[in-house]
Nanobody, 124 residues
Framework: QVVLVESGGGLVQAGGSLRLSCVVSGGTFSNYAMGWFRQAPGKERESVAA????????DYADSVKGRFTISRDNAKNTVYLQMNNLKPEDTAVYYCAAAFGLSRTRVASGYDYWGQGTQVTVSS
């Protein structure tokens, strides 16, 4: 069983930064493309960023380009989301997800495993 555990969420003022981490256990981490998604109250879950199995290719939602960076450390079975210049509209529960065998995808249905989520709240 593959298990994903996110951490690093919290409360931050607008313009601040947070770094989310997601540790994966129970599988061969390098076999999975990884993604970050978020869901704000009353809204649908949306893709934030995705990264290929090797980490060599990344993809971002337009709303976070230039502010967020996704990365991974295959030796530590961990994917990260560095979030800078945070805005109140970034407030959401952030989820990491793992997609077996794909190069990368930002389509939620392509993911096989999901974490429980971590809350990010950005105050104005």
């Amino acid at each position: 069983q593959v298990v994903l555990v996110e951490s690093g969420g919290g409360l931050v003022q607008a313009g601040g930064s947070l770094r989310l981490s997601c540790v994966v256990s129970g599988g061969t981490f390098s076999n999975y493309a990884m993604g970050w998604f978020r869901q704000a109250p009353g809204k649908e879950r949306e893709s934030v960023a995705a990264i290929s199995r090797s980490g060599g290719t990344t993809d971002y939602a337009d709303s976070v380009k230039g502010r967020f960076t996704i990365s991974r450390d295959n030796a530590k079975n961990t994917v990260y989301l560095q979030m800078n210049n945070l805005k109140p509209e970034d407030t959401a529960v952030y989820y990491c997800a793992a997609a077996f065998g794909l190069s990368r995808t930002r389509v939620a249905s392509g993911y096989d495993y999901w974490g429980q989520g971590t809350q990010v709240t950005v105050s104005s």
